[in-house]
T-cell receptor, first 115, second 112 residues
Framework: GENVEQHPSTLSVQEGDSAVIKCTYSDSASNYFPWYKQELGKRPQLIIDIRSNVGEKKDQRIAVTLNKTAKHFSLHITETQPEDSAVYFCAAIIERGSTLGRLYFGRGTQLTVWP | DTEVTQTPKHLVMGMTNKKSLKCEQHMGHRAMYWYKQKAKKPPELMFVYSYEKLSINESVPSRFSPECPNSSLLNLHLHALQPEDSALYLC???????????FGPGTRLTVL
């Protein structure tokens, strides 16, 4: 099955700096890549996603890039704020066969933004 | 209604109890999911329902029994659980299997 690796596991930045989280995947059939933010004690929230026919997507301070050839995708947060502090999970979905519907998660990145 | 809701928020049960977790969505989504999440770990998929039929069971022990009575409702029946089953149980839904999944707030389960 699919294997998603996520780095780093922890990331500390100063408020206003940028943060980058990177993920790689193993199955070239993966074609949908969502990112979830989970604050302590809360549900995972979908913050941005990208499909394999797109190389980059941006939503205000958040952007995601995808390199299909290298099988990696990244989350970029600019002008970080303390409320960005949370665990971020990348994920991949293979839209085929018996794995349809299965979200393969990375292990998560604990982002801390210091004021 | 644009949210997935779950009840109860917290549940404490003994190993001999029988309890149920409930999940509801009114977004017209036809796929619903149960996940288990341990602290500082990603959610682990347990079950997937598509059009009210079980399509994925991730080799979950039989002490967890899912049920999808209709397209808006998903239950998880619990019986004879073990302390290691203590976790956050998350429900999610999506328009169809493979599309964006939206999570409920979860039920924090403690098994004594």
């Amino acid at each position: 099955g699919e294997n998603v690796e996520q780095h780093p596991s922890t990331l500390s930045v100063q408020e206003g700096d940028s943060a980058v989280i990177k993920c790689t995947y193993s199955d070239s059939a993966s074609n949908y890549f969502p990112w979830y933010k989970q604050e302590l004690g809360k549900r995972p929230q979908l913050i941005i996603d990208i499909r394999s026919n797109v190389g980059e997507k941006k939503d205000q301070r958040i952007a995601v890039t995808l390199n299909k050839t290298a099988k990696h995708f990244s989350l970029h947060i600019t002008e970080t704020q303390p409320e960005d502090s949370a665990v971020y999970f990348c994920a991949a979905i293979i839209e085929r066969g018996s794995t349809l519907g299965r979200l393969y998660f990375g292990r998560g990145t604990q982002l801390t933004v210091w004021p | 209604d644009t949210e997935v809701t779950q009840t109860p928020k917290h549940l404490v049960m003994g190993m001999t109890n029988k309890k149920s977790l409930k999940c509801e969505q009114h977004m017209g989504h036809r796929a619903m999911y149960w996940y288990k999440q341990k602290a500082k770990k990603p959610p682990e998929l347990m079950f997937v329902y598509s059009y009210e039929k079980l399509s994925i069971n991730e080799s979950v022990p039989s002490r967890f029994s899912p049920e999808c009575p209709n397209s808006s409702l998903l239950n998880l029946h619990l019986h004879a659980l073990q302390p290691e089953d203590s976790a956050l149980y998350l429900c999610a839904s999506s328009l169809s299997v493979g599309s964006e999944q939206f999570f409920g707030p979860g039920t924090r389960l403690t098994v004594l």
